[in-house]
């Protein structure tokens, strides 16, 4: 399909500010739903633009729930997605819609998508802390917020949103995907990385690991002693005494700790 003559013949102008950057790849769009595995189960996509990975996603999942803020997509997407009877656009904000009632209504489901950039740690905060019944969330996003999603313990690209995922499940990247494959081409390389909420999270209490985490990256440079001082009014004696209980080595500071030490200190707090 030609979705380059179907976005000119509608008079489709790209729109920056809603992350427009468009696929068409088959091999591509084919892989990316190879990676999500969701044969014969529902599928969320987030974005869902002139329809091509919609197309892709309903050749193999049972439904497919796509997602669309801008409008002037509308006719475009009646074309593309003309005889798939499997989806559904919803022309509204993803971020704004009642994900509790969404979630009562389709069970069991993933995420697939290839990301508006500016969406992407907002969308992933609030999967991992709201969504009860997502299985896996395989999302297309620039290369180096795939990096910070994966990111080790100790290294440059781990941080709260990490920390976050971690407490639910994993994150891997699947596979790297070259500029040259968007259309209109953005300044950057993308990857698509997957994430599997296998856990139901760490006992901690989703809050206090959260305002932990926080904490310890919201002063990375400081010790993590320090860093629980200021976040929790805590006296140096309150805070070292916290550590030793939660057996965190003297003087560390917070990007080394593994999030199940995290959950640790939240525990105890
Ligand atoms: N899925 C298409 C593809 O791969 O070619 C389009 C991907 S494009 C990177 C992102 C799409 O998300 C755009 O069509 C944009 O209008 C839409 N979008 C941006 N913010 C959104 C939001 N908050 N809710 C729903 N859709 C959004």
């Known amino acids: 399909m030609d979705y380059g003559e179907i976005l000119r013949r509608h008079g489709f102008g790209f729109k920056k500010k809603f992350g427009q950057n468009f696929l068409s790849d088959e091999n591509l769009l084919a892989a990316i739903v190879r990676d999500a595995e969701v044969e014969g189960e529902t599928a969320v996509e987030i974005g869902a633009g002139a329809g091509a990975l919609t197309r892709a996603l309903a050749a193999s999942a049972s439904r497919v729930v796509a997602f669309e803020i801008d409008r002037s997509l509308a006719p475009v997407l009646s074309e593309t997605l003309m005889g798939c009877e499997n989806v559904e656009v919803r022309f509204s904000d993803f971020m704004k819609c009642n994900l509790a009632a969404l979630e009562e209504e389709l069970g069991s489901y993933s995420v697939v ?125 309150e805070a070292a005494d916290l550590l030793a209980r939660a057996d965190i080595p003297k003087g560390v500071r917070g990007e080394a700790l593994s999030p199940e030490q995290f959950a640790r200190i939240a525990e105890l707090l």
């Open 113 to 237: 998508a290839n990301l508006p950039y500016y969406v992407t740690t907002p969308l992933v905060m609030r999967l991992v802390e709201e969504g009860k019944n997502c299985r896996s969330a395989t999302v297309m996003v620039q290369e180096e917020v795939a990096l910070r999603l994966c990111a080790k313990a100790g290294t440059a690209d781990y941080g709260a949103v990490t920390c976050a995922i971690a407490r639910r499940g994993t994150a891997t990247i699947v596979r790297k995907v070259p500029r040259t494959l968007f259309y209109p081409r953005p300044n950057v390389d993308s990857a698509v990385v997957r994430l599997d909420f296998t856990k139901g999270g760490f006992a901690a209490d989703a809050k206090k690991y959260r305002a932990v985490v926080r904490a310890a990256f919201a002063a990375r440079r400081k010790t993590l002693e320090n860093a629980m001082m200021n976040a929790f009014r805590l006296s140096r004696e």
